[in-house]
């Protein structure tokens, strides 16, 4: 048993340790739907907090195709999609998101980070190499890791490394796998050049579009936000943020689909998301169809956000999108202004690495089509009096 006590003493020393670095992470219990004004241990709060982008995570219309769909459906999807488990709401949702992004054809996982692990496992073959920029999401690094493929990591939005580094590949297969909308920074991969290497080196390009999906290109995504197409890029969405459910989805050319379908662990391997859940997501899907004044309303709350902020401390990314972040340094600092900010009753996270580089800890303000000008007046005028 002595092993065992000294691998608790490690465990507690870790963790003591990340308290005292003010790297410890605390979650906050929420009462209630994901809406800006949240209530957390009774008191409430102005959230800039979620991903919820549209404001579609506590819509009525969202919420009734789920409960119908579980009276009609049940509640579990009982298998895997290649045992029993996929309904006509998953194949309904499948046509409607190709429709949706206009790419062939869609598949769609219960997550984001399994839709990642899927694709580069996939395309990578075991003996290919995945270029990615160094502030991808985690969840593209580890997918990496998973399809034990060579991880070459460029700087952020370096082309030149990039290219020096496909050119000097002898990988049998390439993928240069990105971020379209960087989760931290909030600025935009420049696709149609990342496109162009593509071409020149044989790549696949692989895009994750988790913050561009129902944000960029009148909601179709990155893709449609630079009218690009090409059968060599593989495209991903979460279903989670803007779309305000869960899941994922990737899409692109049937072979590539197929392929998925057929071999990639992170689909065959798994049960099913309930079939409730693509009910709402093709209720979600209508909403972004029939309500653009949501997207216009998160587009003038960004500019807002950026005419009336004059914050004391920190210093604003150029990010032109609905995540605003506001580089503080170092960890305790991010950490101080969130506290002061809380006091004020706003909630806005401080993201501290190894989330973010370190010396980059921030405040990722995002903001939603639920807030009102008065919300985001109230933020600006918290953060231009906090010291
Ligand atoms: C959130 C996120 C994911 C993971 O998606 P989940 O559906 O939450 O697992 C993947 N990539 C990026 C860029 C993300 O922001």
């Not at 982008?53 to 819509?59: E, T, V």
């Not at 073959?125 to 990591?153: M, T, V």
């Not at 997207?295 to 500019?303: F, N, P």
């Not at 190894?354 to 089509?369: H, K």
Request: proline share 4%.
């Amino acid at each position: 048993m002595s092993g065992d006590c000294d691998d608790l003493g490690r465990l507690a020393h870790d963790l003591a340790r990340r308290r005292t670095l003010a790297l410890e992470r605390r979650r906050r219990v929420v009462d209630g739907a994901c809406v800006p004004h949240v209530r957390v241990d009774g008191r409430p709060l102005l959230a800039f907090a979620s991903n919820d982008y549209l404001g579609l995570a506590a819509h009525p219309r969202v919420a009734l195709a789920a409960s119908e769909a579980a009276l009609r459906y049940g509640v579990g999807a009982g298998a895997s999609h290649l045992i029993s488990g996929h309904s006509a709401l998953h194949e309904a949702l499948e046509r409607r998101l190709a429709q949706w992004t206009g790419l062939p054809r869609a598949l769609t996982f219960s997550a984001g980070y399994m839709a990642n692990a899927a694709v580069l496992s996939v395309l990578a073959q075991r003996h290919g190499e995945i270029f990615a920029d160094r502030l991808n999401h985690a969840s593209l690094n580890d997918a990496a890791r998973l399809a034990r493929a060579r991880l070459r990591r460029y700087a952020h939005g370096d082309l030149a490394q990039l290219q020096r580094l496909l050119a000097g590949s002898r990988a049998a297969y390439k993928i240069v796998a990105t971020d379209a909308v960087f989760s931290m920074d909030g600025d935009i991969a420049p696709l149609p050049e990342l496109l162009s290497l593509c071409e020149r080196y044989d790549a696949w390009l692989y895009v994750d579009d988790a913050h561009g999906f129902g944000v960029l290109g009148e909601g179709k995504g990155a893709l449609a936000h630079f009218r690009l197409a090409s059968p060599r890029i593989v495209y991903m969405a979460t279903l989670g943020k803007a779309a305000g459910v869960a899941g994922a989805f990737v899409a692109g050319v049937e072979e590539v689909i197929e392929t998925l379908l057929q071999q990639a662990h992170a689909y065959v391997y798994t049960t099913a998301q309930p079939p409730l859940l693509a009910a709402a997501l093709l209720a979600a899907l209508d909403v972004m169809e029939q309500e653009p004044q949501r997207r216009a309303m998160l587009w003038r709350l960004v500019g807002f956000l950026r005419a009336q902020a004059r914050p004391r401390r920190g210093t604003f990314l150029a990010s032109a999108t609905p995540i605003q972040p506001l580089l503080l340094g170092d960890a305790a600092t991010a950490l101080d202004v969130a506290e002061q900010l809380w006091q004020r009753g706003l909630w806005v996270p401080a993201i501290r690495p190894p989330t973010v580089p370190q010396g980059t800890a921030r405040l990722r303000i995002s903001l939603s089509a639920a807030h009102s000008e008065a919300d985001v007046l109230a933020l600006c005028e918290a953060l231009n009096e906090v010291a």
